[in-house]
């Protein structure tokens, strides 16, 4: 079994919709929580960081982590076409120098 | 400020070749950190390389190896390569050591292909 295990979709959803996205995880030394986007043909780039449980909101943008169920999840809101992209989240532990990524959710929004 | 940089974009090798891939870091970052991305595996972590010197390593054979040169600049080689070895290639650098804390700016990736 996977440390970390992602959906990979793909997932299509209407402009404007809400999308969520999730990860669960196995290694309850955890504590650092990312979402990655990636598009097409580049790298990823750094969506949202959060630091053990709760919400986080940036914009659109949700985060949200759940430890006791080793579950985190993003929300976008008001979906859009730009948001077509592949969602990767990832996790670190403290004084461990690498993170852990999932496979990424492909996501397409249909205009 | 320019981004990451990762040279060539694109590679067709044969098995049992060997292949050399550069990455050039944000300017003024110390640390490159190298990944594996694969539709199936996702992104796997190679290793790090901070000041010149492999920080940390990821779960890959000996086939892989890096170094990193004092301006930064890092280079990643493969050696005799198999079919598996088919994936994107990432680099990414940060200002300080890559740990959970400290943000991670990814490079476009070497698409390499082993025919």
């Known amino acids: 079994q996977k440390e970390v295990e992602q959906d990979p979709g793909p997932l299509s959803v209407p402009e404007g919709a809400i999308v969520s996205l999730n990860c669960t995880y196995s290694n309850s030394a955890f504590q650092y929580f990312m979402w990655y986007r990636q598009y097409s043909r580049k790298g990823p780039e750094l969506l949202m960081y959060?630091?053990?449980?709760g919400n986080k909101e940036d914009g659109r943008f949700t985060a949200q982590v759940d430890k006791s169920s080793k579950y985190i999840s993003l929300f976008i809101r008001d979906s859009q076409p730009s948001d077509s992209a592949t969602y990767l989240c990832a996790m670190g532990a403290v004084g461990n120098e690498k993170l852990t990524f999932g496979t990424g959710t492909r996501l397409t929004i249909i205009p | 400020k320019a981004g990451v940089t990762q040279t060539p974009r694109y590679l067709i090798k044969t098995r049992g070749q060997q292949v050399t891939l550069s990455c050039s870091p944000i300017?003024?970052?110390?640390?490159v950190s190298w990944y594996q991305q694969t539709p199936g595996q996702g992104l796997q972590f190679l290793f790090e390389y901070f000041s010149e010197t492999q920080r940390n390593k990821g779960n890959f054979p000996g086939r892989f190896s890096g170094r990193q040169f004092s301006n930064s600049r890092s280079e990643m080689n493969v050696s005799t390569l198999e079919l598996g070895d088919s994936a994107l290639y990432l680099c990414a650098s940060s200002l300080g050591l890559a740990t959970s804390t400290d943000t991670q700016y990814f490079g476009p990736g070497t698409r390499l292909t082993v025919l």
């Open positions: 959060t630091y053990s449980s």
């Open positions: 300017s003024g970052h110390r640390s």
